[in-house]
């Protein structure tokens, strides 16, 4: 069990990494400090960088919610703990 | 029927519906009136906590804000969501296993000691406290607008209807009520937006509205803003950084984790039936915070838009220069919405060069166009707060409208205003008086002491509400940055780190806050006292580290809450082992029990 719970534990934080590193880069990247480079792209009548900001950054934290809690579902049932 | 009649016709009418749904709720089960979403769908407990978060600062305040702003506004947007990610997946399913009521109660077992769980009371206390200053100010901007009186008597009136709302609600407690309450909100926001869209771009979405083109010419509506706010002195609207990208980057880090240490929100996931569901739940909740904060950005930018069509039709046309003598309307012709406004003392018009006519503009450039024209500073002062509700009248939308945005505005308020006064009280009376100080209080005495602790609450919140430290959704903000450097911090020690010990835990919250504190009142005054402000001890200039404004600090303070932590972690002893364990099986969804009755 202990070597079980270590492997979980492991996957656990792999998988809250990843995300946060996505969660990091649409906010923080290209809503922030990429953003006047990428004002320079449009997308409709929206400056890239001002829509990532005002727009895109907040769908994205949804599916990356969606995501999360899936991909845990999946390792609760591969380590054998999730609840009954 | 009179738009003052059809206002109060609807707001009654809304609050029929929540005091019908909670009688109607009450009466079905008891258990549910404790455990908010036992049992719900999810789908419903996310509206409800939707509800539950979305505060006058969020309707009422933080569009107003961005147009202002512009891109710098983005901060609120993105801060006020992006830390639901950070709730999902670090905080949300381990209080969740963890399987108590409040944060004290948590903070206070992982550290084995009653100390770190006042201490905690006292963070709580404090980040809930001045929230509830920042919805006062918003009560007061809603109630002043509604009953056409000033700002300070829409206060005192705002805090009577909370006071009699927050004690005689558990209606609080009740999803279905939240339920309704984020139906009227989110009705009350969109449907405004989706008018004013259409009026302005031909585009019913306003996401989408606010990348399109004007109607009848080949111009973005964004690009068109740009011009004509530049045009008139101010910064570029989609460029315009708050103050540095350091500090809209630290801003943006503290309203992140703020979101993810606020109490009220946290204790909505302790009571989902299952680890599963806490994870899911979060992004439910975000679901329906997103609707409202993408359209968010759209109702700025378009209540910017139409603020200054109403003052310098030309410009906006393009037809002609922004300093010809009749660019600007004249005070005598001005619509209806502004003298409605007037009234409220919201929306000030001082005519400095005496021409009779509007000069809305950044008298802070110092373009000698300006000085040509014979302009002698900005004339307009319209309160940031007023934006949305003033908005549907602004666009001259149906009276209808102009209603529903008024029992949203109030919805949000009431709704996030009595959340954070049952927070405050149970702390006070439970995990203070009750586990602290007297033991044996009675279960009168604690429900007494509670309703005490409401009601000074809600006068000091009231009395600092009537000279605000910010505008709504800035003092909120300076709340989740007591939130962010106090209680986030201890939170994700007490699940990420096995060896945290109680010490370190103490440290860190009481010199993370502290910091904070110290920041914010050093510019904000002390206790935000007016006239209380001591820059001078740290020489004087405001913004004094390293350009980051107060409400951004609470970053810094969590990386002091940290910091501390770990020295101070060294010199004492690991905690026992029995606490190690308890971590252990905190990180492991299996054995969750379901949480029932009351606390």
């Not at chain 1, 070597?3 to 998988?15: C, F, Q």
């Not at chain 2, 009227?184 to 019913?204: C, D, E, K, M």
């Not at chain 2, 990348?211 to 690009?223: K, N, P, R, W, Y």
């Amino acid at each position: 069990m202990q070597h079980d719970s270590i492997g979980y534990w492991k996957a656990t934080l792999a998988l809250i990494r990843n995300v946060l590193i996505v969660w990091f880069v649409v906010s923080y990247g290209f809503g922030i400090l990429l953003a006047p480079m990428l004002n320079n792209i449009s997308l409709g009548g929206y400056p890239l960088g001002f829509w990532f900001a005002q727009q895109g950054s907040m769908y994205v934290f949804v599916a990356l919610i969606f995501y999360y809690a899936k991909a845990m579902g999946k390792l609760d049932e591969k380590f054998d703990v999730h609840e009954e | 029927m009179s738009l003052q009649g059809i206002t109060y016709l609807v707001v009654g009418l809304t609050f029929a519906l929540y005091i019908g749904i909670a009688l109607w709720a009450r009466a079905g089960s008891t258990k549910e009136f404790y455990v908010a979403g036992g049992g719900v769908h999810p789908v419903l407990n996310g509206m409800a906590t939707g509800a539950d978060w979305m505060s006058a600062a969020s309707f009422i305040s933080m569009a107003g804000l961005i147009a202002n702003m512009g891109y710098g506004g983005s901060l609120f947007l993105m801060g006020w969501t992006g830390g639901y990610v950070l709730l999902a997946m670090l905080l949300a399913p381990y209080l969740r296993k963890f399987g108590k009521f409040t944060v004290p109660q948590f903070v206070g077992d992982r550290f084995y000691s009653k100390g770190a769980s006042t201490v905690a009371v006292i963070c709580l206390l404090a980040a809930s406290l001045t929230y509830i200053i920042g919805q006062m100010t918003g009560v007061g901007v809603a109630f002043s607008r509604f009953l056409g009186v000033s700002n300070t008597t829409g206060i005192f009136i705002g805090m009577g209807i909370v006071f009699m709302y927050a004690v005689f609600g558990g209606m609080k407690g009740i999803t279905y009520t939240q339920v309704a309450q984020y139906c009227v909100l989110i009705l009350a926001y969109t449907v405004p937006a989706i008018f004013i869209s259409l009026q302005l771009t031909g585009n019913p979405l306003p996401q989408l509205g606010l990348g399109s083109d004007m109607v009848g010419s080949d111009v973005a509506l964004l690009t068109k803003l740009d011009q004509v706010v530049t045009e008139l002195g101010f910064a570029k609207y989609t460029t315009n950084t708050r103050l540095s990208t350091l500090n809209m980057f630290v801003y943006t880090v503290s309203l992140m984790i703020g979101t993810a240490g606020l109490p009220h929100v946290i204790v909505r996931f302790f009571t989902v039936p299952k680890v599963k569901d806490a994870r899911a739940s979060a992004g439910w909740a975000l679901v329906f915070i997103a609707i409202l904060y993408t359209t968010a950005p759209a109702v700025a930018a378009m209540a910017q838009m139409n603020l200054l069509k109403t003052i310098t039709p030309g410009i906006v046309a393009g037809t002609v220069d922004v300093t010809a003598s009749d660019a600007q309307i004249k005070y005598d012709d001005r619509p209806e919405w502004m003298k409605r406004w007037e009234v409220t003392g919201l929306l000030k018009f001082e005519d400095k060069n005496g021409d009779g006519r509007i000069q809305y503009y950044n008298d802070k450039n110092k373009d000698p166009k300006f000085a040509a024209a014979g302009w002698e500073g900005n004339e307009l002062t319209v309160n940031r707060d007023i934006m949305v509700l003033a908005n549907p009248e602004i666009a001259m939308l149906p009276n209808w409208v102009i209603a529903l945005v008024a029992a949203g505005g109030l919805a949000a308020a009431l709704s996030t205003a009595a959340g954070l006064l049952l927070a405050i009280s149970s702390a006070i009376s439970h995990d203070l008086l009750k586990e602290k100080f007297m033991p044996d209080l009675s279960e009168k005495g604690e429900l007494l002491a509670g309703k005490i602790a409401m009601a000074c609450s809600i006068l000091v919140a009231g009395y600092l509400g009537l000279n605000p430290p910010d505008f709504a959704a800035g003092t909120v903000a300076i709340a989740f940055g007591l939130a962010a450097s106090s209680i986030f911090p201890a939170l994700m020690l007490g699940i990420f780190s096995r060896t945290m010990n109680k010490e370190g835990a103490i440290a860190g919250m009481l010199a993370g806050l502290g910091v904070t504190m110290l920041y914010v009142f050093a510019h904000k005054g002390l206790f935000f006292i007016n006239g209380t402000e001591f820059l001078g001890l740290f020489g004087g200039k405001a913004n004094f580290f390293f350009g980051i404004e107060p409400n951004a600090f609470g970053a810094i303070g969590a990386c002091v809450n940290f910091a501390v932590a770990f020295a101070v972690k060294r010199m004492f002893p690991a905690p026992p082992e029995e606490i190690v364990a308890l971590v252990e099986s905190v990180r492991i969804p299996r054995g969750s029990k379901e949480i029932g009755g009351a606390h």
